[in-house]
């Protein structure tokens, strides 16, 4: 009955075969034309598929009164619009606790926040790795089923990535997001392997193709690459997997996924599918654009098809301060900040305030856990007036540290360097 799980095969090893599998007619490109996937895996790495790549929305700089397609209000002390996105203000975390209320959490829409109707609205399961056929699952259904809830961060893989080009002089395509497309929540929902095994998901499953009830997502250069969705292994979606219900102990919100969306903890934000609508259950494994174009690095370091398709994001850590804040000398402030990781709890914190030369450790105030961030404080005592950085650099229990550079990829993803935060002494 219980179908098999080979949870001992690493993500990477796993995902790595995807490919090859796929060019020998073993794999399906889910909605995406043989023709458009022939010429996405050509162009991978060259400068065409970046321009293929680059979506619409990212592609915009700058900031907005408003963001098309947002429902939530977007203060502008608490968000910067970034085309269809708005990117958390971290300087407005202080004033709120370890969760992230709706109210300050980052959105990230290809398109646009779609209105359903949650009376309405139903989860189908379908596809060849599943024994009886199709199954359909209202929201009472879900709610019938027991439910988990887990604190979790969701956040873009491409989080910090303009760090890329201010930092390290290496201009990236994408969001220019700086530190806050990030939020952390709790989640309550059913578990998506319980629901699978409702589903009577059978043992030759290896992949599952959760699509959102959003748009169809069209990239500058006309290409429709359809409704946003993104592989997860079988191994992935029967482990961790949350079909969430409930944001911070209320339905989650129109522009979070509203009535139910995928947590994945731990991995880039793009595997927490919003606004569910249906799941594949496959026997072959499965492509979609959001795996094979996206979501790889791509670079001088990296083969020319790209990494891996990517799965847990990295280390980070950012002050809860203005980008070129002013500080008044000859007094002692209290910084705060927040560090996480996707690989393990946060064992140490280290502040400079002098270009790196001496590092001091930061207090911790919150029980470190993996996939959630945990808050800290630093005093500061500036003498003397003038421009200086500040450095927050986390170490998780994998033993890594905050690097001093990020290997450059093309889109920028998962830039985990030392943030170097620019503030004023006055
Ligand atoms: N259906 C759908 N799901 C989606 C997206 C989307 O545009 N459509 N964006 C993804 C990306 S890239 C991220 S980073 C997260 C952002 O979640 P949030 O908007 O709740 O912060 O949702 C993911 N899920
Ligand atoms: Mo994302």
């Known amino acids: 009955m219980t179908p098999m799980i080979s949870k001992g095969v690493s993500e990477e090893a796993y995902d790595g075969r995807r490919r090859a599998q796929w060019l020998a007619g073993e794999a399906r490109a889910a909605g995406v034309a043989r023709r458009d996937m022939l010429r996405l895996l050509a162009a991978a790495g060259g400068a065409s598929v970046l321009a293929l790549a680059a979506p619409r929305a990212e592609a915009t700089a700058g900031t907005r009164s408003s963001a098309p397609g947002i429902v939530k209000p977007l203060p502008s002390d608490r968000f910067t619009i970034r085309g269809t996105n708005a990117e958390t203000k971290f300087e407005s975390l202080s004033e709120t606790g370890h969760r992230t209320p709706a109210s300050h959490f980052f959105v990230r829409n290809h398109t646009s926040t779609p209105r359903l109707d949650a009376k309405t609205w139903k989860l189908k399961i379908w596809g060849d790795g599943l024994r009886d056929g199709p199954r359909e699952f209202t929201l009472s259904d879900l709610k019938r089923l027991p439910s988990v809830s887990r604190t979790a961060f969701v956040e873009c893989a491409g989080n910090a990535r303009s760090f890329f080009a201010t930092q390290q002089g290496t201009p990236v395509s994408g969001t220019p997001w700086t530190l806050g497309a990030i939020g952390n929540a709790h989640w309550r929902g059913a578990r998506l392997s319980d629901v699978l095994r409702l589903a009577g998901v059978s043992r030759h499953?290896?992949?599952?193709?959760?699509?959102?009830?959003?748009?169809?997502?069209?990239?500058?250069?006309g290409t429709n690459l359809g409704r946003v969705r993104r592989p997860l292994p079988l191994s992935k979606a029967m482990d961790d997997v949350i079909l969430a219900y409930e944001m911070n102990d209320a339905p989650l919100p129109p522009d979070h996924g509203y009535p139910v969306r995928i947590l994945a903890p731990s991995w880039v934000g793009i595997a927490s599918i919003k606004w569910l609508g249906d799941i594949e259950v496959s026997t072959t494994p499965l492509y979609s654009p959001w795996n094979t174009d996206f979501y790889r690095l791509f670079g001088e370091a990296y083969p020319d098809e790209g990494s891996a398709p990517l799965t847990r994001q990295t280390l980070k850590s950012a002050f809860e301060l203005p980008w070129n804040a002013s500080l008044p000398a000859a007094r002692t402030h209290h910084l705060t900040g927040r560090s996480w990781s996707a690989s393990g709890a946060i064992t140490r914190v280290d502040i400079s305030t002098d270009e790196g030369a001496t590092w001091?450790?930061?207090?911790?105030?919150?029980?470190?856990?993996?996939?959630?961030?945990?808050r800290w404080t630093t005093t500061w005592h500036p003498k003397t007036p003038g421009p200086t950085t500040l450095l927050a650099r986390a170490t998780d229990t994998t033993g890594r540290t905050q690097p001093e550079t990020?290997?450059?990829?093309?889109?920028?993803?998962?830039?985990?360097?030392?943030?170097?935060?620019?503030?004023?002494?006055?």
């Open 205 to 221: 499953a290896v992949d599952v193709l959760p699509r959102g009830l959003d748009a169809d997502y069209v990239t500058d250069d």
């Open 406 to 426: 990020t290997v450059h990829n093309a889109q920028g993803y998962l830039f985990d360097a030392v943030v170097r935060h620019v503030v004023r002494v006055v």
């Open 360 to 374: 001091h450790p930061a207090h911790l105030n919150d029980k470190p856990q993996t996939s959630s961030w945990t």
